[in-house]
């Protein structure tokens, strides 16, 4: 009977282990075509949301990515020392940082198309595994797929 008692603390009754494990074993996948691009992962995923808005304030680039500025000031420091983006204060609200795609980040997009198909070429998962997986994990995340 006492060994019930915690088997709530054994590793494979914990969801968050399998999403931690998969979230390190995808985001290794991605590691030697990101090398390519000079990119971390982390750097990756805010090129992927400046790609798509061009210039998003700090704040906006956190919620999109999940990150606390602890995380993404010294990033995007970094990125802007690379020449892929800018960081300016908005004029309109001295408190608000807007972060903007420059020419450079622009290009590396080109170079960058390929990836995400190299990388499904490391994930085993048929489309509707993959489309299910990434619904559930939204749902897990609170949103929806549209917003």
């Known amino acids: 009977m006492e060994n019930q008692v915690y088997d709530s603390l054994k590793i494979e009754n914990q969801i968050c282990f399998p999403l931690y494990a998969c979230s ?3 985001i290794k996948h991605y590691k030697p075509f990101l090398d390519e691009l000079d990119l971390t992962y982390t750097q990756y995923i805010a090129m992927m949301v400046l790609w798509q808005y ?3 304030t700090a704040k906006q680039l956190g919620k999109y990515l999940y990150l606390d500025s602890g995380t993404l000031t010294p990033m995007l420091k970094k990125m802007e020392a690379k020449g892929l983006l800018t960081r300016n204060r908005d004029p309109r609200d ?3 940082l807007v972060v903007t795609l420059t020419p450079a980040g622009e290009a590396l997009r080109e170079r960058a198309v390929s990836v ?3 990388i499904a070429g490391c994930v085993k998962l048929e ?3 993959a489309m ?3 619904a559930i994990l939204y749902k897990i995340l609170g949103q929806s797929r549209d917003e």
Do not use: D, G, T
Request: glycine fraction near 0%; aromatic fraction near 6%.
């Open 94 to 96: 001295e408190r608000n």
């Open 127 to 129: 489309p509707e595994e």
């Open 54 to 56: 061009r210039s998003v």
């Open 132 to 134: 299910a997986l990434y």
């Open 116 to 118: 995400p198909e190299r």
């Open 24 to 26: 390190r074993e995808i």
